[in-house]
């Protein structure tokens, strides 16, 4: 599948942003979809993945603040990031992972990646 994500951009603390990922070219629908971010020098770490079945699993540096969420008809994953800290920026990824029906944190069992969007929070 292919995934484009957008929605990034440069705000301050405690400022929301609504990151879209939207997917073509494979069924949506069955699979488990992830957004991940990666900071300068840093490894790419999990923010939070969506079954099928919307089951959700979120890194705890996230939980409380940002939503996952999915819109099948649409092929659309969405990242609803509330109270934005400058420890957020980063270039966030979705990422689609098939066969499985649980939330995957792991990079490494996603399949498909988006091209990254950057986020900059500002204090």
């Known amino acids: 599948v292919q995934l484009q994500a957008s929605g990034g951009g440069s705000v301050q603390a405690g400022d929301s942003l609504r990151l879209s990922c939207a997917a073509s070219?494979?069924?949506?629908?069955?699979?488990?979809m992830g957004w991940f971010r990666q900071a300068p020098g840093k490894e790419r770490e999990f923010v939070a993945s969506?079954?099928?079945?919307?089951?959700?699993n979120y890194a705890h540096s996230v939980k409380g603040r940002f939503t996952i969420s999915r819109d099948n008809a649409k092929n659309t994953v969405y990242l609803q990031m509330n109270m934005l800290k400058p420890e957020d920026t980063a270039v966030y990824y979705c990422?689609?992972?098939?066969?499985?029906?649980?939330?995957?944190?792991?990079?490494?069992?996603?399949?498909?990646w988006g091209q990254g969007t950057q986020v900059t929070v500002s204090s």
């Open positions: 969506i079954t099928s079945s919307e089951s959700i």
């Open positions: 070219g494979r069924s949506f629908s069955g699979s488990v």
């Open positions: 990422a689609a992972g098939y066969g499985y029906n649980r939330p995957i944190r792991s990079p490494t069992l996603y399949h498909d």
